[in-house]
């Protein structure tokens, strides 16, 4: 028998031996040892999913150590910095896995080596490049505090680039996250790690001087004994096979098998006459066979990387789903998901391997939609909204196939259309309203250029009529009244006018008290009889330079809210308008954002249900509605602001919930002068005694007539045109003879403007009037830019045309 068959025996016998000397011996009290375990030191010792105990090839080798010992063993299990700061105190006994160093073995005894493995720097693959240790020089590499990658840096004069970290696992994952540039760590270590956290980590072909790394059980210098048992222990392990299973169980798919050397040896001389019987016979079919299974290794290689770079790079996210046996409501894990499906759940670590539906709540609808494919009902794809908690609704559409054992589920974020969708259609409403307002405006224009011509012949010959009265006379409290009810229907009209926006804007100096009035009046009639609209204005004017109309819009569209808001219940909208003032400040601003200066402060606030803390942040955005569909596009407050800061001023919100709304609406005071008012109708006098020749052309009977009534009485002589083609000829026939001519815009076959511009081409320096029931968009500016000298409105009073004409005269 040779001497390598003979030392199993040899071996085997003194084992026997030993344990009979052991039974022999008296039985005592066993010692108690505390044995550290890390928490987080994969693959050695860590806790998994859902797991209450720590495994891992160290757990799995002490505990085998514990079944061939019979040691009285305590485990303390901990993270890695608090277990070895316990242990390097004298707190625990051993520390299972502890790499050893001259510097250690000055402080704790070691047993032989269970894992001899080499260092590796890990990067992410576009720093695989990386091929010397200078190249870490400037960058932030992480190792755990007192570890041998710590001493390997600090003696190669890379200490600046030390950056710790919890532990081997913690800095594996900050890397590949891009907190850090590299990690040194053992190669099956960082392999086992990057495998199974499928972490973007590679390791390069950095050579680490002096970074091989035993790992040993240590053990205080006060336990020799315990000492001595581990290291009988360890032998016995690797004799009898126990030690090889434990180790292939955890790194065998990393690295090519490990034998013990008699293993080696044996396993050697059985192959070689293995290969020698059968070399001469296989030879050619072991290379045919290797050249084909390389071919295939690569093509299966090839197809796995483009698969993933593909699952990897699909901007859809995708969830590749299987079904677990545990009882469940869906029975579903997670398997894998691809960057896209990371984002759009916020993932950071997805949930590989856990009961989705207990982790992820929220997408419960999601995981049963899932499951019905799984039961064979595979659904068209659907539409799906969640509802986040302090986020805006995500809305999916998801679809999925399935395989005999895995789901592939294909899931794309709607979330972007389907609110454009929402704002299409909030403009389309918006855009069917404008159409109703300006078929509204088109439709009362026109009623009001009619009216205006009815309203000018009625205002006109009652105060005609009234000129002709005597002052005594009983008849002028009657001409009083009807030019009283006149001008409250040539009111009327210019309200409606002001509504329809057929008024453009023109800025110029108005008084808040008269724009107040008037709305107040407008608005009665559509206000409910149950709520009153008492107003508080002061007896002096209000005077601010601004477009009248849009003023009026604003505190029309102020009022009608709070009707709404306070809707058929009794209640009270109170319109008050005071003069306040912003005090210079050191930024001269405001705390509301005005600039220091005096202001006109007009206060609508009611007594209806108010407004909460997030209605009232969002009042004023576009679009933005409580009310029902039908009542309101969003679109009024956001108009009114956009008014209201357009004229310098500032439109401002107060609410609180049960106690109503009030709404202030702050304008610049203005120093310019309001118009003068016209003179007293009695007080009229001719406005010359040569009789001067006017040209009056207007297409309705009645205006033509009333008007030149109006100029016989103000001492003028009028010639009458209802034809603006007949009043053209007459005016060529003798264009000297005329003093003046006063025009109307909207005619038959020629409009006022062309008219205008014909008889300024041969006359430019004769005064021009242009009078219109109502002013479309742009006719005004296209009457200025011919050089019209005087626009103005029907119905004309003679006071209004008195001014008008001793203006014209003048020129």
């Not at 065998?252 to 050397?261: A, D, I, Y």
């Not at 509802?387 to 709607?414: G, K, Y």
């Not at 576009?622 to 602001?641: C, I, M, N, W």
């Not at 040209?695 to 016989?712: C, F, N």
Request: net charge negative; aromatic share 6%; charged share 20%.
């Amino acid at each position: 028998m040779s001497r390598w068959m003979r030392l199993p025996l040899l071996i085997v016998s003194a084992t026997a031996f030993a344990g009979i000397l052991r039974a022999q011996t008296p039985t005592t009290a066993r010692p108690h040892y505390t044995v550290g375990v890390l928490s987080d030191n994969f693959p050695y010792a860590y806790f998994p999913a859902n797991e209450v105990h720590p495994v891992g090839f160290a757990v799995e080798l002490l505990q085998a150590i514990v079944d061939t010992s019979q040691l009285d063993i305590e485990w303390v299990v901990g993270g890695t910095l608090d277990i070895q700061q316990r242990f390097q105190a004298g707190e625990i006994d051993a520390l299972i896995a502890y790499a050893y160093s001259a510097e250690r073995a000055e402080r704790f005894a070691f047993t032989r080596p269970y894992l001899e493995m080499s260092g590796k720097v890990f990067v992410r693959p576009e720093n695989a490049g990386w091929d010397n240790l200078s190249d870490l020089r400037g960058r932030r590499v992480l190792v755990h505090r007192n570890s041998l990658g710590e001493q390997v840096l600090r003696e190669q004069g890379l200490a600046e680039s030390i950056v710790y970290a919890d532990s081997v696992n913690a800095a594996m994952h900050r890397v590949s996250e891009g907190d850090g540039d590299a990690t040194l760590v053992t190669i099956l270590s960082g392999a086992s790690i990057a495998e199974r956290d499928r972490l973007n980590l590679v390791p390069t072909a950095i050579t680490v001087p002096d970074y091989d790394v035993d790992y040993c059980i240590a053990v205080q210098k006060s336990q020799p004994d315990l000492l001595a048992t581990l290291d009988e222990s360890l032998a016995i392990l690797y004799r009898n096979g126990s030690y090889e299973t434990i180790y292939r169980k955890w790194f065998g798919r990393l690295e090519p098998r490990r034998f013990t050397p008699v293993q080696v040896l044996l396993a050697v001389c059985a192959g070689l006459v293995v290969a020698l019987v059968v070399a001469m016979v296989a030879a050619a079919h072991q290379r045919r066979l290797r050249r084909q299974l390389t071919t295939t290794l690569d093509a299966l290689t090839e197809s796995e990387q483009h698969f993933r770079e593909v699952f990897d790079a699909t901007p859809i996210g995708l969830l590749v789903v299987s079904s677990t046996s545990s009882p469940s409501p869906t029975g579903l894990n997670l398997d894998d998901a691809n960057p896209a499906a990371h984002r759009l759940f916020g993932w950071r670590e997805p949930p590989f391997n856990a009961e989705l539906s207990a982790s992820t709540p929220v997408f419960a609808p999601l995981w049963e939609g899932i499951a019905a494919v799984r039961a064979h009902t595979s659904p068209r794809p659907a539409d799906l909204r969640i509802d986040l908690p302090d986020a805006p609704p995500l809305h999916l559409r998801w679809s999925a196939v399935r395989d005999d054992q895995r789901i592939l589920v294909v899931i794309e974020n709607t979330t972007a259309q389907v609110r454009a969708t929402e704002e299409l259609r909030a403009s389309e409403r918006h855009l069917q309203q404008t159409q109703k307002l300006d078929a509204l405006g088109n439709l009362s224009s026109g009623i009001a250029h009619d009216f205006n011509n009815v309203l000018t012949s009625i205002l006109g010959n009652i105060e005609l009529l009234r000129l002709e009265t005597a002052p005594d006379s009983s008849a002028q409290e009657l001409t009083e009244n009807i030019l009283r009810g006149s001008r409250r229907a040539r009111d009327l009209v210019r309200q409606i006018l002001t509504f329809s926006r057929q008024s453009p804007p023109e800025r110029k100096p108005v008084d808040l008290r008269e724009i107040i009035g008037e709305t107040l009046q407008l608005v009665r009639a559509a206000v409910p009889r149950s709520i009153s609209l008492p107003s508080k204005l002061p007896a002096s004017p209000c005077v601010v330079s601004a477009d009248g109309t849009q003023i009026h819009q604003v505190i029309l569209n102020l009022i009608t809210n709070a009707a709404q808001a306070i809707g058929d219940a009794p209640g009270e909208i109170t319109v008050t308008l005071e003069e306040r003032t912003v005090r210079a400040r050191a930024d001269t601003r405001s705390p509301f954002g005005l600039p220091a200066d005096r202001y006109h402060c007009i206060t609508v606030s009611d007594t209806g249900p108010g407004m909460p803390a997030e209605v009232l942040q969002r009042a004023m955005e576009p679009f933005y509605t409580t009310k029902q569909q039908a009542r309101g596009t969003g679109l009024g407050l956001s108009v009114a602001h956009g008014v209201v800061t357009q004229h310098g001023g500032m439109l401002r919100l107060e609410s609180t919930p049960g106690e109503g709304t009030r709404a202030e609406v702050w304008l610049p005071i203005s120093a310019e002068r309001l118009p003068e008012g016209a003179l007293d109708l009695l007080d009229i006098e001719p406005v010359a005694d040569d009789e001067p020749l006017i040209l009056v052309i207007d297409d309705e009977h009645i205006a033509a007539h009333t008007v030149a009534r109006m100029l016989k009485r103000l001492g003028a002589v009028p010639d009458v045109h209802e034809n603006p083609l007949e009043a053209l000829a007459k005016f060529h026939a003798a264009p000297q003879r005329y003093r003046a001519v006063l025009c109307d815009l909207s005619m038959p076959e020629r409009s006022g403007l062309e008219v205008l511009r014909e008889i300024r081409a041969t006359r430019p320096d004769l005064p021009t009037l242009l009078m219109t029931g109502f002013w479309s968009n742009g006719s005004r500016d296209k009457a200025r830019d011919l050089g019209v000298n005087v626009l103005c409105e029907k119905p004309l009073s003679i006071t209004e045309l008195h001014a008008y004409l001793t203006l014209l005269l003048e020129r």
